[in-house]
């Protein structure tokens, strides 16, 4: 099993920034996608952004592209979400996750395996 606990969330005004991060522990990975989805009340769960195990490559979402960057750090076995430029619609509960296949271009949510508990998001305009 692997653990996912993410961090960051909170309450800023449009425009603003926040970055989120996610720990992941547990059971050893060897190769892996992890990526962050995001659900706003009263809609479905949807994709954000998504990186390769090496950082070799990265997805996003065409609605937070050039103003998102997912990055991570191997050795804390940590994934980040740098969020600029934030709008209302950004606000969502945002969902770590981890696919332990490693396959490029995974954005539904029943590709990935184990998901966090989530962090809020919420934008004032």
């Known amino acids: 099993q692997v653990q996912l606990v993410e961090s960051g969330g909170g309450l800023v005004q449009a425009g603003g920034s926040l970055r989120l991060s996610c720990v992941a522990s547990?059971?050893?990975?060897?190769?892996?996608?992890m990526g962050w989805f995001r659900q706003a009340p009263g809609k479905e769960r949807e994709f954000v952004a998504a990186?390769?195990?090496?950082?070799?490559?990265?997805d996003y979402a065409g609605s937070v592209k050039g103003r998102f960057t997912i990055s991570s750090d191997n050795a804390k076995k940590t994934v980040y979400l740098q969020m600029n430029s934030l709008k209302p619609e950004d606000t969502a509960v945002y969902y770590c996750?981890?696919?332990?296949?490693?396959?490029?271009?995974?954005?539904?949510?029943?590709?990935?395996?184990?998901w966090g508990q989530g962090t809020q998001v919420t934008v004032s305009s």
């Open positions: 990186i390769g195990w090496s950082g070799d490559w990265k």
């Open positions: 996750t981890v696919d332990d296949s490693s396959s490029v271009g995974r954005r539904l949510i029943y590709e990935y395996d184990y």
């Open positions: 547990g059971r050893t990975l060897s190769r892996y996608t």
